[in-house]
């Protein structure tokens, strides 16, 4: 089978996925934990709540991995570094989102990178190379893709809003007005500032004081109270399921308490040094998007620090990301076809 | 012992419409469970047809919306793909800003 666009965000807490050839994308969400197959048993692998559950057995370099598992499943520590890309964990997600397109051939795989990874143009050429060509997945599975494209996560954020944006307003800002889209990741927060449309590479970046600072402060804080500790891991499931609850020696413990006064001392400390590291003029924002896995938890950081501007969080917002490169990518190839057609006629 | 009697009463075809709904069955809740729900909607329809009697309630129109709804998870609540003029100009305004 052969996809045109596939659309892929590889995170530290989740791998999305947007495809198909339609006018509307497939989604699919799978957490981004990579181990050894049989370290997780015969276990049904994948994520909580409205998530894609998939047991997927990839092969990168004659090893084999499962992916799509809960972090909490596994022992070893997330990776956290520079290198995530170059890694075999991040080949091996690749891998299971190409295998859930079901696709042999694809034309164009659109992906991003951290904003300050993508500054680095050795860097984005090296990882469009690792992506391109034929990929062996699993035995005898061989994947085969034409072109990639990779650009900065927040930049799908920033598509995705012009196509999904609640009000037909925000369309005629993102076009001539100055806009913010802050993605709160695992580990970085990222940042991107347009001008009437444009990126402004100068004043976007990354900063490292993402979810996984308000996790720390919660497990820090919790251990400081009750004398015990708890994982960060477990924290971020707490978060995810919403319930805002964790079993603390056989007891439920609200730690709802915990996590505000975290996000008040991460978060707005976090986007205040952006805008003074960048030395950029917060007044003069006409709307911050807030879009991925933190974006719930940054609003009231963002209302604080952005007194003026509007302040708008994508819908789905962890997949707002994904759904703009394939929205952007999508538009490319539907307006050349059009292009095409009208010029045989 | 004699054979049971049988005799198609119905014949459930699966058409365009619905093959979504069939993929996503048979990914989700495995060719099994899929079966049996094809098999439950077969039922169905022989029930509204009067061939059977039952107490069961019928479906209502709700359900069958959630049914639907939950075969195209992530397709209704997505807006669609436009590319009107303003639209071109967007992304191409923003490319020309990317390497």
């Known amino acids: 089978m052969k996809a045109g666009v596939v659309a892929i965000d590889i995170g530290y807490s989740n791998t999305k996925l947007a495809h198909g050839d339609a006018l509307v994308p497939e989604v699919k969400i799978i957490p981004s934990g990579v181990c050894a197959p049989d370290s997780v048993g015969g276990r049904v692998i994948g ?35 520079p290198n995530y890309p170059f890694t075999e964990q991040y080949l091996a997600l690749y891998y299971g989102g190409l295998s859930l397109t079901r696709a042999s051939e694809v034309d164009t795989v659109v992906t991003g990178l951290p904003v300050e990874q993508y500054q680095n143009a050795s860097t984005v050429s090296r990882l469009a190379a690792r992506l391109r060509g034929e990929h062996e997945i699993a035995p005898g599975r061989v994947v085969s893709v034409r072109e ?18 609640a009000q037909s307003k925000y369309r005629e800002i993102m076009s001539r007005g100055r ?33 996984s600072s308000v996790m720390e402060c919660v497990s820090v804080s919790i251990e400081y109270d009750l004398g015990d500790k708890v994982t960060i891991e477990r924290v971020e499931q707490a978060l995810r399921s919403d319930s805002h609850s964790i079993l603390f020696h056989g007891e439920e413990l609200n730690i709802s308490g915990y996590i505000e006064t975290a996000l008040d001392a ?32 940054y609003r009231r950081a963002a209302e604080k620090v952005f007194p003026g501007s509007r302040i708008e969080i994508s819908s789905s917002p962890v997949a707002a990301n994904v759904r703009g490169y ?10 050349a076809n059009s292009a095409a057609s009208t010029q045989v006629k | 012992m004699d054979a049971t009697q049988s005799r198609i009463l119905v014949r459930v075809k699966v058409d365009d419409t619905h093959t979504d709904l069939l993929a996503h069955l048979m990914r989700y809740q495995g060719r099994r469970r899929a079966k049996r729900i094809v098999f ?30 939950a075969a195209n998870s992530g397709k209704k609540e997505l807006k669609p793909l436009t590319t009107q003029p303003d639209d071109i100009a967007f992304l191409a305004t923003l490319r020309k800003s990317l390497p």
């Not at chain 1, 998939?54 to 570094?81: D, M, P, S, Y």
């Not at chain 1, 040094?273 to 938890?297: C, H, P, S, T």
């Not at chain 2, 022989?46 to 959630?66: F, H, K, S, W, Y």
Request: proline share 2%; charged share 15%.
């Open chain 1, 148 to 165: 990639v494209y990779v650009t900065a996560q927040p930049v799908g954020a920033f598509v995705d809003m012009h196509f999904q944006g």
């Open chain 1, 266 to 297: 991460v978060n707005t400390d976090a986007i205040t040094d952006l805008l003074n590291a960048k030395n950029l003029d917060r007044e003069q924002i006409d709307l911050v998007v807030l879009a991925g896995g933190g974006a719930n938890y």
């Open chain 2, 40 to 69: 439950l909607a077969a039922l169905g329809l022989l029930v509204e047809r009067g061939a059977l009697t039952t107490n069961m309630i019928p479906i209502v129109e709700q359900d069958a919306a959630a049914i639907d709804a």
């Open chain 1, 326 to 335: 394939w929205y952007m990518e999508r538009a490319r190839c539907v307006a």
């Open chain 1, 47 to 81: 994520g909580g709540t409205g998530k894609t559950n998939q047991n997927l057995i990839v092969t990168v370099g004659g090893n084999e991995f499962a992916v799509g598992i809960e972090q909490t499943q596994i022992k070893q520590k997330r990776q956290r570094n």
């Open chain 1, 179 to 211: 806009v913010l889209v802050l993605d709160p990741g695992f580990h970085t927060v990222d940042w991107a500032f347009f001008d009437q449309g444009s990126l402004l590479k100068s004043v976007s970046g990354s900063n490292a004081a993402a979810m």
